[in-house]
């Protein structure tokens, strides 16, 4: 006997998100970053299966792959005020749920 596995209540989800960030002063002088931006992407799903709620994702940070200022050292030493931001990286995960 063969049971047929149904999908119900489906639901699709996207998520952009884009920052935008003039500058910063990093010292009490003159210097300040560079103006920069970055852009995130979310998308999922959301169903149920079976009786079980799932809800996988996949994402996206720094989705263009730009270069910018993860952090800022104020009054740092030797002019070193910056801390590089990591470059694209993906992500993937799920919710998983049972009854109501």
């Given at each position: 006997m063969s049971r047929l596995v149904s999908v119900r209540r489906v639901a699709k989800a996207a998520a952009f998100a884009s920052c935008v960030l003039l500058r910063v002063a990093v010292g009490q002088q003159p210097p300040h970053t560079r103006p920069w931006w970055t852009t995130n992407l979310r998308?999922?799903?959301?169903?149920?299966?079976?009786s079980v709620r799932l809800r996988?994702?996949?994402?996206f940070n720094n989705l263009f792959n730009r270069?910018?200022?993860g952090s800022v050292v104020i009054n740092g030493s030797n002019r070193r005020?910056?801390?590089p931001a990591p470059g694209r990286n993906v992500f993937?995960?799920?919710s998983v749920g049972a009854g109501e």
């Open positions: 998308l999922g799903w959301e169903g149920e299966v079976a996988p994702f996949l994402g270069s910018y200022v005020y910056y801390e993937i995960g799920f």
